[in-house]
């Protein structure tokens, strides 16, 4: 969905008269809501049950989908979308490993491959689909038609899904969770308006203070929240965790800034845009499932590694796009992104999974949610920003054109930056066979 929601960016602002700064809140509080709630829902589904958390999840998001079309201000808007990025952390951190479990680790990645690409052929539909509804009939349809493919996709789950048993003499780590959620809702947040005075800074010191609190508690916890001894003993998990927070947090808002690029910048419409934007998921959903059988026969770092390598090129070349660059190139630099991404992402995943027993699949699948999450809010906090900075202020319009350019160039050299470090990460991980 966020892909084809990037494509009514513009139309929100236009509607509800906000400046692109709100706007990018309308991705982002779906964002770190996700982001916040991914370890806690997590660690309680390995209590209750991933089946009954992953299919509350769906009912959740779906209700919370409906709400967000419905909205009658920009405010409500991205409290709905919070309300929605909760339920999204019940089914991201039980999605991964629900399927891990089904299948022997000799054809794990063909499986992780096949669940990424069906992940992009939706990403491949968004930005058309999402075009053409905003074109035709408004973007508060999207968020109609995404709230029924939602309720047929929990009625799925429910029939078909099967209930785990409760795990026994478990507890929940309410402390360590409060810890969790407030450092980080406080570090992003705090970052995100780091230019607004005194009040975001002292909230991100206490954030990152929290989360240090958080790190030093759980070590002490005999049921925590996550084991942080995954992290501190094992290399190739903590290492290809902080690849894919790496990687998230220099691709996920290119979506972003390319639909207010070709929209705002270009004057093209949601309809055409839509197309253009296509080429970067469709190569993703193209080249994910041999990426993923790849991985199985080839060690999973090297894959993985040359991925962000091909993403990291197209990141560069991206920061030289301007009013005048011509839409085949702009859709080759966005293919360039998304093959690079498709030849990281199963991978990667394959070496998370891999690199623990099965009984940790499901803090496993949820840290790497966790830090898809944290990427993908750390990638908007950049843009928000970078166009605080550079003006972004007021409410879009055709004169936001140059504080769109030079906020779109700063960011994208920040992102190439972030993905070269991400290269070194993802090498040193260590062999997974």
Known sequence: MGSSLNIAIPSIGHEFSVSATVLSWVATAYILATATCLLPAGRFADIRGRSRIYTAGIFLFSIATLFCGIATSAPWLIFFRAVQGLGAAFIFSTGMAILAAAYPPESRGRALGYSTASTYVGLSAGPVLGGLISFHYGWRIIFGFSALLGFVVFFAAYRFLNREECSDGERFDTVGGCLYMAGLVSSLYGFSFLLDGWTPRLMLAAGIFLLVGFFRYERRQESPLVDIHLFTDNVTFA??????????????????????????????????????????????????????????????????????????????????????????????????????????????????????????????????????????????????????????????????AIMLLASTRNVLIIFTLLSTAGIYFSLKRGRVR
């Not at 301007?322 to 992104?337: D, G, H, K, Q």
């Not at 498709?342 to 830090?371: D, Q, R």
């Not at 750390?378 to 055709?398: D, H, P, T, Y």
């Open 239 to 400: 290492f290809s965790n902080l690849a894919a927070m790496i990687n998230y947090s220099a691709t996920f808002a290119i979506g972003f800034l390319a639909s207010l690029h070709l929209q705002v910048v270009m004057g093209l419409d949601a309809r055409d845009a839509g197309w253009v934007m296509l080429s970067q998921p469709a190569l993703m959903a193209a080249f994910s499932p041999f990426a993923g059988r790849l991985s199985d026969r080839v060690e999973p770092r090297i894959v993985a590694s040359a991925g962000m390598a091909m993403t990291t090129v197209g990141l560069f070349f991206f920061i030289f796009v301007s009013r005048t660059t011509t839409l085949p190139v702009i859709m080759a630099e966005l293919a360039l992104i998304g093959l690079g991404f498709a030849f990281f992402s199963s991978p990667n995943n394959n070496a998370i999974m891999g690199s623990v027993g099965k009984e940790k699949y499901g803090t496993a699948a949820s840290s790497l949610a966790t830090m898809r999450m944290v990427g993908q809010a750390v990638s908007m906090s950049i843009v928000a920003l970078i166009m605080a900075m550079n003006g972004g202020r007021n409410a879009i319009g055709a004169d936001s």
